[in-house]
């Protein structure tokens, strides 16, 4: 069992739809990342949060760190969010990767 | 602005013919980062250098080397690549810790034939 588990695995929405993905961890950790990866590679940091709530335009990420989950949400969906979401957790170097949830919105 | 950079984007190499990837940063970092990520597969951390100080993952076979000259540069040295080390190769840099927000470059992706 991966020590950091994302669901869905892959997600198909229509434009202007809320987006839910959600990441549960099993390990001690002293922050979680949101990460966003484009196809061709590249991967951007969109949230990192140790606690409560971050909001950056229409994404919103939030911890619950007693039940060790987190959410990240996508208000009113747009094509140009398709990309693949990686939640990751850890501390001292050494973070562990969810798998990633696929998320393609259609126009 | 690009602030972690790494070169080439694309990289094709033979079957045991060494290759060297790179990475720069224009953040002055302290904390450098090597990831492989082969398709469909969550990014591994083979290595990062804290400043000077290397770490180095349990599981990352002795094929794979690293240097950091300097806070801005930072190599991945594959000895004799295999097929199976085709994959992403993605640098990242941090001020600090995992506690820190990290930047990537935006990969290599190495093909080996």
């Known amino acids: 069992k991966n020590e950091v588990e994302q669901s869905p695995q892959n997600l198909t929405a229509q434009e202007g739809e809320f987006i839910t993905i959600n990441c549960s961890y099993s390990?001690?950790?002293?922050?979680l990342h949101w990460l966003q990866q484009h196809p061709g590679g590249g991967i951007v940091s969109l949230f990192m949060?140790?606690?409560g709530k971050k909001k950056h335009g229409r994404l919103i990420a939030t911890i619950n760190i007693q039940e060790k989950h987190s959410s990240l949400h996508i208000t009113a969906s747009h094509p140009r969010d398709s990309a693949v979401y990686i939640c990751?957790?850890?501390?001292?170097?050494?973070?562990?990767f969810g798998k990633g949830t696929k998320l393609s919105v259609k126009p | 602005d690009a602030m972690v950079i790494q070169n080439p984007r694309y990289q094709v190499t033979q079957f045991g013919k060494p290759v060297t990837l790179s990475c720069s940063q224009t953040l002055n970092h302290n904390v450098m980062y090597w990831y492989q990520q082969k398709s469909s597969q969550a990014p591994k951390l083979l290595f990062h250098y804290y400043d000077k100080d290397f770490n180095n993952e349990a599981d990352t076979p002795d094929n794979f080397q690293s240097r950091r000259p300097n806070t801005s540069f930072c190599f991945l040295d594959i000895r004799s690549p295999g097929l199976g080390d085709a994959a992403m190769y993605l640098c990242?840099?941090?001020?600090?810790?995992?506690?820190?927000?990290?930047?990537f470059g935006n990969g290599t992706r190495l093909t080996v034939t």
């Open positions: 949060l140790s606690s």
């Open positions: 990242a840099t941090s001020r600090g810790w995992a506690n820190s927000p990290l930047h």
């Open positions: 390990v001690g950790i002293s922050a």
């Open positions: 990751a957790g850890g501390s001292q170097g050494n973070l562990i």
